[in-house]
């Protein structure tokens, strides 16, 4: 059974990092591609960054890069989320997500909370 668990999300301030974690199982982790996710209060879902199969490659949003990294530890089954210089717009539940045999999978999310 897929399953997917963020966490080490939090409040921190302007100008702050966080590292989140998605620990994922019952598929082969390697082989696919992940993505994170994140939806603020008021607002539409919107994709952050999807990062390769291998963890060679990784696209954001423009609203993230330079200041968040995505990668994915594939011996760890762990995609990780590295946000640095946050702002108070990057404040949003943010959720991991894949794509097994054409089925959708969510995690429950993990809220930050950046203050100004």
């Known amino acids: 059974q897929v399953q997917l668990v963020e966490s080490g999300g939090g409040l921190v301030q302007a100008g702050g990092s966080l590292r989140l974690s998605c620990a994922a199982s019952?598929?082969?982790?390697?082989?696919?591609?992940m993505s994170w996710y994140r939806q603020g209060p008021g607002k539409e879902r919107e994709l952050v960054a999807v990062t390769s199969s291998a963890g060679s490659s990784t696209n954001y949003a423009n609203s993230v890069k330079g200041r968040f990294t995505s990668f994915k530890d594939n011996a760890k089954n762990i995609l990780y989320l590295q946000m640095n210089s946050l702002k108070p717009e990057d404040t949003a539940v943010y959720y991991c997500k894949a794509v097994v045999t054409g089925v959708v999978y969510w995690g429950q999310g993990t809220q930050v909370t950046v203050s100004s």
């Open positions: 019952g598929f082969t982790f390697s082989r696919y591609g």
